[in-house]
């Protein structure tokens, strides 16, 4: 047996480690098709903050390198294994530890789904907002490890506002907490803040202290095809020159409608160069004031069709093209999702530019965009069967990074670096910006073996 | 001419480079009564951040400490000179750079004002929320070093909650852009919201670009009078149990009453041992709602006396106590300002320890409290002639901050470690926390020269 095998043996319950290769290999590797993963020596599946600590110590005394994982749910390659790591996966540590009405907070170990924390924050009139795609799976502790974001965030904003302590394994092995549960502090450097979104490479999360808001009033629903790109950003900055903060803004263009339209026959027209889906949760007179505000702000932008409701099966219906917009496109191959994030007054001309990638790179792009944050995610389809496919793709991919930075925007609105985007990170930040980002790392993770190559190149 | 000087004044204009001792001494401390400060070789008030960066390199080459500084209105001692430092204050660099309506974002100078920047997104139809009580005179930059709150936080968060991007001369001379623009973005590490409240030791802020909100509805006031401290902790969770986020709620205690009254008779009955203030800024029919809900959850706590005013003169006077208890204890002798914030629920019984410690130390201690945060501002009396007062103060302050951290609290809500709190700090973290802390600061700031001494020891 390794020296690492016998270190976790004789620190941890035979039944937390896993070495068969083939379990082994469902904990291997996220959602991202082409980022590169191993195999690992070990993966552990901890049932304890403590076992956690155990699993750092073990690794630092053995010099192996650690990745944490939640649902393996990211895009960026975060959570891929290296050959002879050990996999740290929190999917067990799943309980809900408190949720306190009054302070209005909720403490959770990170394998807490993200819908059972919202469940569970409902059954006491409270609600947990952050709202990523991967709701159903996705876990908190990884929702934290990649500030992940949302529909509802162009109003409440991404996970790291949510964020007030943490409970850490960290590189030195120790076990530490970090925040507070009161409602302000400002003893010291943020740790927490720094902590969300470092993608594992500065310490394993184990436990989750985050606020929660009041239960909100039910959502209506606007829904607006638009004849150009150019008229749909012109919608997405009427509404906010109205002064209203929409609760959603979606938008998903003609490629995704078609695609949509190709596997379920909605009906969707495809006539639409783009769909902008609003939302809006202010409550009485005040709702219906701005849904029929944002319906004004779609038509004077050229919408040719525009509609609210506030009948929460019409409005899922008007939502599908949204929701199904994904798998419409994986259907037809893998799909690698861009996720950068402009200005919101150049959202149609960073559309324009994605549309321009994917003909100079001939591939297939289609885009569905937090419209109301400038998120853009341009779903690029890898035909099967066709050998330059990957290539041309990963060009277009560049191509659309390169522009979004031009524009004034980031590589990464909510996705996180990865592996994928590594040479992304060095194209926005100041090579100083870099150093001090390597710095902070080396300080909190001397030995280096913190998911090692992930966010900063090694 | 010592190096430091010939260095300052071979990069510098002399115009921003002050070494008169008398005009020095007006940039050598904050408002923290008894914090320790020195003279420094230079105050230097740069125009352009070019010029901090220069100053910064000036001091590294010639290891001189630098203590960066706002408008001083700091009450921790967090800008305190060093003998022989260099003070740089940003005062000068107050310009407005930018406000972007349909971004909802401006770009400042440090040196501008909380207030001029609320004045300006005003007039675009915005608003800035942090509100510190030193609005009229505190500046963005040290707002953001501090992580400074106010009143309106109860419902609109802190300072960090709006920082998108910060332009900062950091520890080793280069002058750096951390951040963003856009409304999300995650990519790297999160060194913004680790400057946000580092006050000073790991870089000197000279741009700073913040998130505003739209303009929000006037506000409604309601006052509540409360025989005693546990029926006012009482209202407060009831307000919260009401699902109602109000946009302020204001404790002003007993002690603070009777010294507003004595001072300028105001006829507020001194009879009660704590007024209550709330507000909404719900519009229309919500907050005529959510002000009736907040009397009623005054009244069923058993207040003696609670009404409610849409009038702004009204609510001004019901205000007034909480905006004249400062200036009304400080009619009789230097103020200390204590900082705890508790999690709610503690409100009382934090109110309680606050008053056994005033007893036990024999020093007149008034509180005023932004309730709704749980956040304490007990005010400590130093009168002048009392040659024991000082050491009797400082065993309450030191009785306070042990008992706020005995409830699940922390040594400062808003107005940050500095000098004054450093032993409050390490009683708070945890000594692998504390050193996760050093190694981070080390990192920054390897020469050991930003505002040496605060927060973290030396």
């Known amino acids: 047996m390794s020296a690492l095998l016998t270190e976790l043996h004789s620190e941890l319950p035979a039944e937390?480690?896993?070495?068969?290769?083939?379990?082994m290999g469902g904990f291997a590797h996220d959602q991202a098709p082409w980022a590169e993963h191993g195999l690992p020596a070990a993966v552990v599946r901890p049932?304890?903050?403590?076992?956690?600590?155990?699993?750092?110590?073990?690794?630092?005394?053995?010099?192996?390198?650690?990745?944490?994982?939640?649902?393996?749910?990211?895009?960026?390659?975060?959570?891929?294994?290296?050959?002879?790591c050990v996999v740290i996966s929190l999917d067990r540590m799943d309980r809900i530890l408190e949720v306190d009405p009054l302070e209005r907070l909720a403490v959770v170990q990170p394998g807490v789904v993200n819908d059972a924390l919202r469940a569970a924050a409902a059954a006491h009139g409270l609600w947990y907002p952050p709202d990523p795609a991967s709701s159903a799976?996705?876990?908190?502790?990884?929702?934290?490890?990649?500030?992940?974001?949302?529909?509802?965030?162009?109003?409440?904003?991404?996970?790291?506002?949510?964020?007030?302590?943490?409970?850490?394994?960290?590189?030195?092995?120790?076990?530490?907490?970090?925040?507070?549960?009161?409602a302000k502090g400002v003893a010291g450097l943020d740790l927490t803040a720094l902590m969300?979104?470092?993608?594992?490479?500065?310490?394993?999360?184990?436990?989750?202290?985050?606020?929660?808001?009041?239960?909100?009033?039910?959502?209506?629903?606007?829904?607006?095809?638009?004849?150009?790109?150019?008229?749909?950003?012109?919608?997405?900055?009427?509404?906010a020159a109205a002064g209203i903060t929409p609760s959603a803004l979606e938008l998903v263009d003609?490629?995704?409608?078609?695609?949509?339209?190709?596997?379920?026959?909605?009906?969707?027209?495809?006539?639409?160069?783009?769909?902008?889906?609003?939302?809006?949760?202010?409550?009485?007179?005040?709702?219906?004031?701005?849904?029929?505000?944002?319906?004004?702000?779609f038509e004077q932008a050229g919408a040719t069709f525009a509609v609210q409701t506030s009948d929460p099966d019409e409005a899922d219906a008007l939502f599908a093209a949204r929701r199904l917009a994904l798998p419409a496109l994986q259907r037809l191959g893998p799909v690698l999702t861009e996720d950068v994030c402009v200005p919101k007054a150049q959202l149609a001309t960073m559309l324009a530019l994605v549309g321009r990638a994917a003909e100079r790179h001939d591939t297939t792009i289609a885009t569905i965009a937090h419209a109301g944050d400038g998120n853009l995610h341009p779903l690029l389809l890898l035909r099967p069967g066709d050998p330059g496919a990957t290539q041309r793709a990963q060009a277009a991919f560049?191509?659309?990074?390169?522009?979004?930075?031009?524009?004034?925007?980031?590589?990464?609105g909510e996705h996180g670096i990865g592996l994928l985007k590594r040479h992304g990170l060095r194209m926005e930040l100041d090579p100083a910006v870099l150093e001090m980002q390597r710095a902070v790392k080396v300080a909190l993770d001397p030995r280096g073996l913190l998911n090692p190559g992930k966010v900063l190149d090694g």
Request: net charge negative; glycine share 14%.
């Open 16 to 23: 937390v480690i896993t070495t068969d290769p083939d379990v």
């Open 47 to 84: 049932l304890t903050a403590q076992q956690v600590q155990a699993t750092v110590l073990a690794c630092l005394r053995t010099g192996t390198a650690i990745v944490p994982r939640g649902a393996g749910s990211g895009l960026s390659g975060g959570a891929n294994a290296l050959t002879g």
């Open 137 to 182: 799976w996705s876990t908190l502790g990884g929702n934290v490890a990649t500030n992940a974001g949302g529909v509802c965030c162009v109003k409440y904003g991404v996970t790291g506002d949510y964020v007030l302590g943490l409970q850490v394994a960290t590189g030195t092995g120790a076990l530490v907490r970090l925040g507070r549960r009161t």
């Open 196 to 239: 969300v979104g470092s993608e594992g490479t500065l310490g394993v999360i184990t436990e989750v202290t985050v606020r929660l808001r009041p239960a909100r009033a039910a959502e209506r629903t606007v829904a607006g095809f638009f004849p150009s790109l150019v008229a749909a950003g012109r919608a997405v900055a009427a509404v």
């Open 254 to 297: 003609r490629r995704c409608l078609d695609a949509v339209d190709a596997w379920k026959n909605t009906g969707i027209s495809s006539e639409a160069e783009a769909l902008l889906l609003g939302r809006t949760d202010a409550s009485g007179l005040e709702g219906e004031h701005e849904a029929s505000t944002i319906v004004l702000c």
């Open 398 to 412: 560049d191509e659309i990074m390169a522009g979004a930075l031009e524009l004034g925007g980031t590589v990464t």
